[in-house]
Every structure is written in structure tokens, then in C-alpha cells.
């Protein structure tokens, strides 16, 4: 028995290409590797940060009812994540169906992502490249308030989305190629409608090359 | 039987975490996350002659001097020295297991072993061009009376005198005026 990770997750004599794997536990975000931002004013809402629940993870709640108000996770623009040989995996949830989205995956100008989205009737995969336009295909998942499991990866030809363990939606149209940059991990939770405020959660992000 | 200490490090984020220490040891370097595909983290040294600069985890010694494995995803710049492993004292070298990726380009990559006083190497047949042009897969290992290295899989060297007897912390470092050492994975494990 190997007690390696590396010999578990690469190929005997391979070359391991980056990867991140986030487990949301612990005192407080890790601001080394997360850039946190947020509409104005957020600090003093709740509940925002490591959530004290079992199986809580990591949740942000938006500042007010203003449409359009945010909370995001990234690298800060440290993009290590190939636009067109790349996957990620998310668990998340929105805890409100009314007006609140939440969307992960990896991002820049381009991007290839889950859409927990406000009002739709089901979750969406979303992509987006910026030479050529933003697309979006339902999965069969209702848009609803559960934790879900969310899968995607693209070969730059094909993104293909998992929900729950099941292939649940392909694009091949305005997705990130080679020359669109490469990606960064991106969470966020948004306000599609104003309202209240709107929180969203996730408990687990990794993303790797291919 | 019960689980030992073991390290991840995905060189991915904004920014190296803070239960890393940047040694200047000659100079004043950097350190930086890379903004490309599979950039990892770089380490820069300072620009004069010898100035080096390493990672490590300021003296923190949790991993065996005599059950222990090291694994690095790295590549070093043409014409500087920089290298990885688990040492004991980082600044002096001692009490330790480490990859060498010299200056001269055609040498080999070298396995060293330090005991308290004196280090040994011994050559792989793994040049260092190789190891600057493109990242590769070290695995060092010490079991109770040798130490090991392989790249990429395959057995590289092994090494039996100089053996450490202390405690180590994980390690990588560069050496010579403005070189990078890059690196995107380690991995170190008690066994």
C-alpha cells in the first residue's frame, strides 16, 4: 500500500500539473489563498464566513436588497488553470430559491461554470468566452435549497457538467479556448433581484489540469 | 496504527500561506504565486553573486530522519542552483535528504544526505538541463540505513553514508544571482 497522495491521484512516473483542493474547515477562510470581495458594506452582515454547523462549510450572505450585490472568492487573479484541459468540483447550495444565485467553477474574461441561478426553474451550466459570447444549458436539477455536487471539465472541444454523480449537460458553443487565458477558482453568491439579502454556501472546491 | 504526520502543499492560491517561512540566507529575494497554467510558486533569489533564498517551516522538525519521504513537482532556471528536500537546519544544511539542480548545466542532478557536520552526493544520471527545461516528479526517501531518489518514477541514485540523525522540515531553496526555483507540488510523509 502506497501511503503517497501523490502516487494516488497521478499516474506511476508521471508529472502532477497543478491542483487545489479546498475542504472550507477551520477558524476562518484562508485569505492566503482566497481573495475575498464583496459589495459594499458586507463585513457586518451574517451569516458570512465558516459556518458553526455540521457539514457548514464556508457561506456569505449578500449586504442588503440591492440587486446586483455580491460576495465572491478567488486567486486574486492568479490564474494556474488551463482553459482548455481543466476540471473542478464544487458542493454548494443556496439557502433561499427567490432572487439568489450563486455560481463556481473557474473564471477569468472566460469560463466554464455552475449556476445556481435566482429565479430559473433549474440549475444551469454556464460558459462564457469572451471572443465570442456567454451561453448557458439546463441541467435536470431543480433550482432548490440542498447541498449539490457539482463536476466539470472541458478538453476545449466539450464541457461537460456532472450533477449529483450524473452527466447532466454538454456545450461545445462560447466556451474558454486556448486563446482566451487561463482560469482561476471563483465562488459567488449574488442578489439577481433585490429583496433581501441572500446567502449561499460552499464546503468543497478542487480544481486541477488534465 | 495510528496515522503520522503528513504534508500537502498545492502551491495554489493569491498568495504562499503563512505556515511557510521565506529564509533569506544570502540577500533578499522573493517569493510569488505565477499567474499561467501550472505555474506553481516561484522563488527568486537577490541579485548578488551568491545570494540565496528557500522556503521552509521555521525549524518546525516534524518529519523522521530515518522513515521519511519527500516528493517535488519542480524545475530550476539555466545557470543557478536550487533544489528541494527535508533538512534539519535549513541555513546551515545539516541533518537532511535534498535534490540539487546545479549551476553548471551539464552536470547531474544530485542526491545529498547531511549528518551534522558533513554532507555527501551522489550523482543521478538525470542532467541538469533536463531538469531546468521542464518540471519534473522527485521522490526522495530515507529508510533506516539508506536514502533514495527517484525522478519520474524511475530509481535514480541511492546513498548510504552521511545518513541525518535529527528531526527535518520540508524545504526548497535557490541559489546564485536572480535565479528561480519553481515548484508546484510537495508532498512529505513520516513512514
Same mark, same amino acid.
Given at each position: 500500500?502506497t ?5 494516488q491521484?497521478n ?6 500539473k ?21 459589495s ?131 456545450r ?5 479556448s ?25 464546503r ?7 | ?36 497554467? @501550472?505555474?506553481?510558486?516561484?522563488? !527568486? &533569489?537577490?541579485?548578488?553573486? %551568491?545570494?540565496? /533564498? $528557500?522556503?521552509? #517551516?521555521?525549524?518546525? *522538525? ?44 551539464? @552536470?547531474?542532478?544530485?542526491?545529498? !544526505? &547531511?549528518?551534522?557536520s558533513? %554532507?555527501?552526493? /551522489? $550523482?543521478?544520471? #538525470?542532467?541538469?538541463? *533536463? ?59 513520516? /513512514?
Amino acid at each position: 500500500m502506497t501511503d503517497s497522495i501523490y502516487d494516488q491521484l497521478n499516474a506511476y512516473g508521471t508529472v502532477a500539473k497543478q491542483r487545489v483542493v479546498e475542504n472550507f474547515t477551520g477558524d476562518a477562510l484562508d485569505t492566503d489563498r482566497w481573495q475575498l470581495t464583496h459589495s459594499i458594506g458586507n463585513d457586518s452582515n451574517s451569516p458570512n464566513g465558516m459556518a458553526d454547523s455540521v457539514d457548514g462549510g464556508f457561506q456569505w450572505t449578500t449586504h442588503n436588497s440591492n440587486t446586483g450585490y455580491y460576495g465572491q472568492l478567488s486567486f486574486n487573479g492568479i490564474r494556474p488553470f488551463d482553459p482548455v484541459s481543466s476540471g473542478w468540483i464544487a458542493v454548494t447550495r443556496n439557502h433561499t430559491t427567490t432572487d439568489t444565485a450563486h455560481y463556481a467553477g473557474l473564471h477569468e474574461n472566460s469560463y466554464f461554470m455552475i449556476q445556481g441561478a435566482g429565479n430559473e426553474t433549474y440549475f444551469r451550466l454556464s460558459t462564457r468566452n469572451d471572443t465570442e459570447g456567454t451561453g448557458n444549458t439546463n441541467t435536470s436539477i431543480s433550482s432548490d435549497t440542498n447541498w449539490h455536487v457539482w463536476k466539470a471539465e472541458t478538453n476545449g472541444t466539450t464541457v461537460s457538467l456532472y450533477g449529483d454523480g450524473v452527466l447532466e449537460a454538454e456545450r461545445t458553443a462560447y466556451i474558454p479556448s486556448s486563446t482566451t487565458g487561463s482560469l482561476e477558482p471563483f465562488f459567488q453568491v449574488y442578489n439577481t433581484n433585490g429583496g433581501t439579502s441572500k446567502t449561499s454556501s460552499i464546503r468543497y472546491f478542487e480544481a486541477y489540469n488534465t | 496504527m495510528a496515522y503520522k504526520q503528513h504534508f500537502i502543499e498545492w502551491f495554489s492560491g493569491k498568495q504562499l500561506p503563512s505556515y511557510w517561512n521565506t529564509d533569506n540566507i544570502t540577500g533578499t529575494g522573493t517569493v510569488s504565486m505565477v499567474d499561467s497554467v @501550472d505555474g506553481g510558486l516561484t522563488i !527568486t &533569489a537577490g541579485s548578488g553573486g %551568491s545570494d540565496m /533564498t $528557500a522556503i521552509e #517551516f521555521n525549524n518546525k *522538525t516534524q518529519f523522521s530522519p530515518n522513515a521519511s519521504t519527500c516528493i517535488v513537482v519542480g524545475k530550476t532556471t539555466a545557470s543557478k542552483q536550487g533544489g528541494w528536500g527535508m533538512l534539519n537546519d535549513v541555513s546551515a544544511g545539516t541533518h537532511g535528504i535534498k535534490t540539487v539542480i546545479n549551476s553548471t548545466n551539464t @552536470d547531474p542532478v544530485r542526491l545529498y !544526505t &547531511a549528518d551534522g557536520s558533513e %554532507s555527501a552526493q /551522489t $550523482a543521478s544520471s #538525470f542532467i541538469c538541463s *533536463t531538469a531546468q527545461a521542464s518540471f519534473n516528479a522527485y521522490k526522495m526517501w530515507i529508510e533506516s540505513s539508506n536514502a533514495y531518489l527517484s525522478i519520474n518514477g524511475v530509481l535514480e541514485a541511492t546513498k548510504s553514508n552521511n545518513m541525518p540523525t535529527s528531526a527535518m522540515q520540508p524545504f526548497a531553496y535557490v541559489r546564485l544571482s536572480s535565479g528561480i526555483t519553481h515548484i508546484r507540488y510537495m508532498e512529505c510523509y513520516n /513512514t
